[in-house]
C-alpha cells in the first residue's frame, strides 16, 4: 500500500527500476517492447535452427541426418516458432515500444496487463520447445507435435502423439497472451493520444496496427475454440472431427483457416505500416495517398475473414464455395495493388537517399510483391488444383513471410535502433547483412517456384532425383541466409552495449513524427505531460 | 476516498504478471498430464501414462488464484486512494468491451460448428451433392435428420426437449438481467438497501440457473445424452458447457461486486468493476437466448 501512496507521480525523473526486477516485474512500455523483440529474435534462431535442419536433409535426395518422424516434427516445430514465436512477437515489441512514443501517451493503457502479454510466451514456448527436446534427448523419443503447424484432424487428433494435449495448452497460452497484448494495443490507441492526435492523424504504423489488433481479439478465441475441440474429440470422446459420429475432419480446416487467413495480415500489416514510414523518410516526400492508405489496410482487414477456404480448394467444396472463394480472394489484390502503388508514388520524384532501413524497405515492397503475385496465382481455383500443397506454396508464403514480414522487421530495427538505443547500428556490419540476406534469400526461396510446380510436394523428408540439382542449390541458399542472420546478432549487441556513433534525437533527415522529438535513447518515462499535436 | 488524479497512472513494478504466467505453465504441464492419464477415450495409442499431473494442476490453479486476488487488490487500494483518473477509466471499460468481444467471437466459432454440421456435414453425410458414395459405402442406414440421434456408427441417444427446464432457464436468466439493472440503476441513484436487495437477488437466480443446469446435465446423462454420443452430444454439451462456465464466472463475479458493495468501494462515479460484472452477465444472458433457439428449441 505504501508503495502505491508514496509513489510521487510530479517527479518525472525519478529512477528506473534496476536489476533483474527492472526486466521481471516490468510495466514500462519501452523495456516490454524489448523484452519482446529480443524474445523474437531468439525464437527466429530456433525455428531457423530447426529450418536448417530440415534443409541439410534436403540437400540431397535420400535420407542422410533425420528420420522421417523426426523430420516431420520439425516442420511442424519450425512453423509454428517462426509464427507464434518469431515474427508475432517482433510486431507486437514493435507496438510497445513505437504507439505510444507515435501517439504522445505516457505508456500502454494497461502496463501489468502488458507485461502479462510478454511473459506468458517464455513459458508458452518452454513447453512447445521441450518437446522437441523430449523428442531428441529423452528416452525412448516420445515424438514432439508432427502434424504440421496446420495441426489438421485426424493427425492431430486420432494419430496426434501424447505431447499434442501439451501443445493444445501452449496454444491456449499464446492465445491468452496474443488477446491481452491486442486489446491493450487497441485502448491504448483509442484512448490514449495525445490531444490534437486526431485519428487520420495518426502514423500509419498505428493505424496498422490498430486493425491487426482487431484482427487478433477476432480471430484467436476460434483458434482456442479450435484446440479445444481437438483436445475434448482426443479425450472425451466428441465427434466434432470425427465422421463416424456425424462429424467431419473438413469442419476443423474450416475453423482453423478462420483463424489462419485473418493470422497471415496480423502478420503483414504491421509491416505495411512499418514500410509507410520508412519511405517517405527517405525520399523526403509525405506519404501519397495517406487516406486510401487507412482505407485498403480496413479492407484487406475485412476481406480476410471472408477468404479462408481458398487455403481448402482440393478437399472437396462445393462449386458455388469454390468460385465464391477465389474471387474474394483476387479481390484483396485490389487493395494491396493501391498500397504498392503509393509507395512507389511517395518515392516518384522524390530525393531518395539509401540507407539501410530504406534498402530493406525497398526490398520488402519488391520482394513482398513477388510473393503476393504468387498467391494471386494460387488463388485460382483450377490452378491451385496442380499447385496445392506443392513446393510452389512454400515458396509463395515464405517470399511474403521472410523477405516480407521479417524483411520490414529488420527495416523496423535498423531505422529505430537510433532510438532504441542512443546509436546507430554499425553501417558496414548492416551493408553486409542486408546484401547477403537479399541475395540468399533469393536463392533460398526462388527455385521453390520451379521445384513446386514441377510437382514436388512439401513436407516430405525425401524427394524425386529430377529435383535434386534445385534442392542442393535451396539449400545452399538456407544455410548462407542462417549464417548471414549471426551478423544482425552482432549488430544488435554492439548496439545493446552502446558501441557506435551516438545517435541524435532525430537521426533521419527526412523523418518525421513524435518518437524523433525525444531524445536518443528515449528516455525511460516520455510524454509524462501529454505533446499537444498541430 | 482521496482526491481524483487528472494525470494517467502508470503502476510501478508489479510482481503478479510474471507470478500469473507461471500459474498458467502449472495448469498446462499439469493439465495436460492429468488429462492423458485420467480419460480412456478415443483410438489414441500413443497415450503418455503421466502420474503426477494432478499436483501441478491444483498447485497452479490455486496459485492463479492467489495471484489474481492479490493483482486486483492492488488494483481496488489504488482506484480507492483516487489514483484512478477518468481516462484510466476509459481504458478500463474499452479493455472490458473488447474482451467480451473477443467471447463473442469464441461462442461464434462454437455456433459455426453447429451451423456446419446441421447445414452441411448431415446432409452430406446422406449422400447429398456428391457424396453419395460416402453414404452407401461406408454407412448405409445412415439417416440424414437434425438432431442426429444415431450417429453414421449406430451410436444412438435422445433429443433435450426445449420446453421443460430449458424454458424455465431462459426465464431465470431474462429475469437476472432486469434485477441486475435495477440493482445498476440503484447504485448510480445511490439506493444503497435496494441495490444490496437486488444484487442479492440477481446472485440467488444466478444460483439457481446453475442447479437447474446440473440437473439437466444429469437427466441427460440418464437419458442416454452424453458427451460421446455423436455429434449432437458434442455439440449440445460444448455450447450449453462453456455457456455454464461462463454463468459461474459470472456469479463469481456478482458475489465479489456484492462484498465491495458492503464494503462501500463503489460510488456514483466511480463503479467500473461494478459495471463490467454487470455487461459481462447481459452478454451471457444474450449468448442463453442464441442457444435456447438454436440448441434447444429450433
Ligand atoms: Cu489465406
Keep these: 500500500m505504501t508503495a502505491v501512496a508514496a509513489h510521487d507521480h510530479h517527479d518525472d525523473h525519478h529512477h528506473a527500476p534496476h536489476g533483474l526486477k527492472r526486466w521481471l516485474f516490468s510495466t514500462n512500455h519501452k523495456d516490454i517492447g524489448t523484452l519482446y523483440l529480443w524474445f523474437s529474435f531468439a525464437m527466429f534462431m530456433v525455428g531457423g535452427l530447426m529450418a536448417l535442419v530440415i534443409r541439410a536433409e534436403l540437400m540431397y535426395p535420400g535420407m542422410q541426418v533425420v528420420d522421417p518422424e523426426f523430420f516431420n516434427q520439425m516442420t511442424t516445430v519450425h512453423g509454428l516458432i517462426m509464427v507464434f514465436g518469431a515474427v508475432m512477437p517482433a510486431t507486437v515489441g514493435l507496438a510497445n515500444w513505437m504507439i505510444p512514443l507515435m501517439i504522445g501517451a505516457p505508456d500502454m493503457a494497461l502496463p501489468r496487463m502488458n507485461n502479462w502479454s510478454f511473459w506468458i510466451l517464455p513459458f508458452a514456448f518452454t513447453i512447445l520447445i521441450g518437446s522437441v527436446l523430449m523428442s531428441a534427448f529423452a528416452e525412448g523419443n516420445p515424438s514432439a507435435p508432427n502434424f504440421g503447424w496446420t495441426f489438421y484432424a485426424p493427425l492431430s487428433t486420432t494419430y496426434g502423439p501424447a505431447s499434442t494435449d501439451l501443445f493444445i495448452l501452449s496454444v491456449h497460452m499464446m492465445g491468452i497472451s496474443s488477446i491481452m497484448g491486442a486489446i491493450n494495443v487497441i485502448v491504448t490507441v483509442l484512448n490514449m493520444r495525445a490531444p490534437g492526435m486526431t485519428l487520420m492523424k495518426m502514423p500509419l504504423f498505428v493505424w496498422t496496427w490498430l486493425i491487426t489488433a482487431f484482427l487478433l481479439v477476432a480471430v484467436m478465441p476460434v483458434l482456442a475454440g479450435a484446440v479445444t475441440m481437438m483436445l475434448t474429440d482426443r479425450h472425451f470422446g466428441t465427434s466434432f472431427f470425427d465422421a463416424a459420429g456425424g462429424g467431419d475432419p473438413v469442419l476443423f480446416q474450416h475453423i482453423f483457416w478462420f483463424f489462419g487467413h485473418p493470422e497471415v495480415y496480423i502478420m503483414i500489416l504491421p509491416s505495411f505500416g512499418i514500410v509507410s514510414a520508412i519511405i517517405p523518410t527517405f525520399a523526403r516526400k509525405p506519404l501519397f495517398g495517406y487516406a486510401s492508405m487507412v482505407y485498403a489496410t480496413a479492407s484487406i482487414a475485412l476481406l480476410s475473414f471472408v477468404v479462408w477456404a481458398h487455403h481448402m480448394f482440393t478437399v472437396g467444396m462445393p462449386l458455388a464455395g469454390m468460385l465464391f472463394f477465389m474471387y474474394m480472394t483476387m479481390l484483396i489484390s485490389v487493395p494491396t495493388g493501391v498500397k504498392v502503388f503509393n509507395w512507389v508514388a511517395t518515392m516518384w520524384r522524390g530525393s531518395i537517399t539509401f540507407e539501410l532501413p530504406m534498402k530493406w524497405a525497398l526490398a520488402f515492397v519488391i520482394l513482398f510483391t513477388c510473393g503476393g503475385l504468387s498467391g494471386l496465382m494460387l488463388a485460382i481455383t483450377p490452378a491451385d488444383f496442380q499447385y496445392h500443397d506443392t513446393y510452389f506454396v512454400v515458396a509463395h508464403f515464405h517470399y511474403v513471410l521472410v523477405s516480407g514480414a521479417i524483411f520490414s522487421i529488420f527495416a523496423a530495427a535498423y531505422y529505430w535502433l537510433p532510438k532504441w538505443s542512443g546509436v546507430m547500428p554499425n553501417t558496414f556490419l548492416g551493408e553486409l547483412h542486408f546484401w547477403n540476406s537479399l541475395l540468399s534469400v533469393n536463392l533460398l526461396f526462388f527455385p521453390m517456384h520451379f521445384v513446386g510446380l514441377a510437382g514436388m510436394p512439401r513436407r516430405y523428408a525425401d524427394y524425386a532425383l529430377q529435383f535434386a540439382d534445385y534442392n542442393w542449390w535451396i539449400s545452399i541458399g538456407a544455410f548462407w541466409f542462417g549464417i548471414s542472420q549471426l551478423i544482425f546478432v552482432a549488430v544488435c549487441v554492439l548496439c545493446a552495449m552502446k558501441k557506435g556513433e551516438k545517435a541524435p534525437a532525430s537521426p533521419w533527415e527526412g523523418a518525421e513524427g513524435l518518437e524523433w522529438t525525444v531524445p536518443s535513447p528515449a528516455p525511460f518515462h516520455t510524454f509524462d505531460t501529454p505533446p499537444v499535436v498541430k | ?298
Design chain 2, 1 to 298: 476516498m482521496a482526491e481524483k488524479m487528472t494525470k494517467y497512472y502508470v503502476p510501478d513494478s508489479s510482481p503478479w504478471p510474471l507470478s500469473a504466467s507461471i500459474g498458467l505453465f502449472l495448469i498446462a504441464i499439469g493439465g495436460a498430464n492429468f488429462i492423458q492419464q485420467s480419460t480412456e477415450f478415443g483410438q489414441n495409442t500413443l497415450r503418455n501414462t503421466g502420474t503426477w499431473g494432478q499436483y501441478p494442476l491444483i498447485l497452479g490453479a490455486l496459485w492463479l488464484i492467489a495471484v489474481l486476488f492479490f493483482w486486483w487488490r492492488d488494483t481496488i487500494r489504488e482506484s480507492v486512494n483516487g489514483l484512478h483518473s477518468d481516462q484510466l477509466g476509459g481504458s478500463y471499460r474499452q479493455g472490458m468491451i473488447w474482451f467480451i468481444f473477443s467471447e463473442v467471437m469464441f461462442f461464434g466459432a462454437l455456433f459455426g460448428a453447429l451451423f456446419y454440421t446441421r447445414w452441411l456435414i448431415i446432409p452430406w453425410l446422406g449422400g447429398e451433392g456428391s457424396n453419395a458414395m460416402t453414404h452407401e459405402i461406408l454407412w448405409p442406414d445412415f439417416q440424414a435428420i437434425w438432431p442426429l440421434t444415431t450417429a453414421p456408427d449406430g451410436r444412438t441417444t435422445q433429443v433435450m426437449g426445449a420446453w421443460g427446464l430449458p424454458a424455465i432457464n431462459t426465464a431465470i436468466l431474462i429475469v437476472s438481467s432486469i434485477t441486475l439493472t435495477i440493482a445498476h440503476h440503484a447504485l448510480v441513484a445511490g439506493e444503497r438497501g435496494k441495490l444490496i436487495l437486488f444484487q442479492g437477488l440477481t446472485i440467488v437466480l444466478g444460483l439457481i440457473f446453475l442447479s437447474l443446469q446440473a440437473l439437466e446435465y444429469v437427466h441427460a446423462y440418464d437419458m442416454g445424452l452424453t458427451l460421446d454420443a455423436g455429434m449432437y452430444g458434442s455439440l449440445f454439451f460444448f455450447l450449453t458447457g462453456f455457456h455454464g462456465i461462463h454463468v459461474t464466472l459470472g456469479t463469481i463475479m456478482l458475489i465479489v461486486m456484492f462484498f465491495r458493495i458492503l464494503k462501500g468501494h463503489f460510488s456514483k462515479e466511480n463503479h467500473f468493476a461494478y459495471e463490467a460484472t454487470a455487461w459481462y452477465w447481459h452478454f451471457v444472458d444474450i449468448v442463453w437466448l442464441f442457444l435456447f433457439v438454436v440448441v434447444y428449441w429450433l
